[in-house]
């Protein structure tokens, strides 16, 4: 996939992570379309350094600059924790219903379930 590198731009993502008791989780999508996904050890007691480890971990992976993302959503327990900012990106905090039910109907290619 040319991820526009290449030509001078940068495409563009959405990443969402969830920062949990023992693990965070990242997904990031591109044109509504699942690009990767990690997951990472929690870091004890501090939930910034384990929202930023699972960030770093799925950029590293998909060999993408911080720039490329677009939209930050966080969820979890760990989320109520964050700031407003995640390495300089506005962190929207997602409830993790919500978070769950939209994942599932993007996945599903559905636009409405019960």
């Known amino acids: 996939m040319d991820r526009g590198e290449r030509r001078g731009y940068i495409v563009l993502m959405i990443v969402g992570i969830d920062v949990g008791i023992s693990t965070t989780k990242a997904a990031a999508?591109?044109?509504?379309?699942?690009?990767?996904?990690?997951?990472?050890?929690?870091?004890?007691?501090?939930?910034?350094?384990?929202?930023?480890?699972?960030?770093?971990?799925?950029?590293?992976d998909q060999e993408r600059p911080l720039a490329a993302v677009r939209r930050l959503a966080v969820t979890g327990i760990g989320s109520v924790f964050l700031g407003e900012e995640l390495l300089g990106l506005p962190c929207r905090r997602v409830s993790e219903f919500q978070a769950t039910g939209r994942g599932g109907l993007l996945l599903s290619g559905l636009e409405r379930a019960v």
């Open 29 to 60: 999508l591109q044109d509504r379309k699942p690009l990767g996904f990690c997951t990472v050890p929690a870091v004890a007691g501090d939930p910034l350094a384990s929202a930023a480890g699972g960030l770093g971990r799925l950029l590293r």
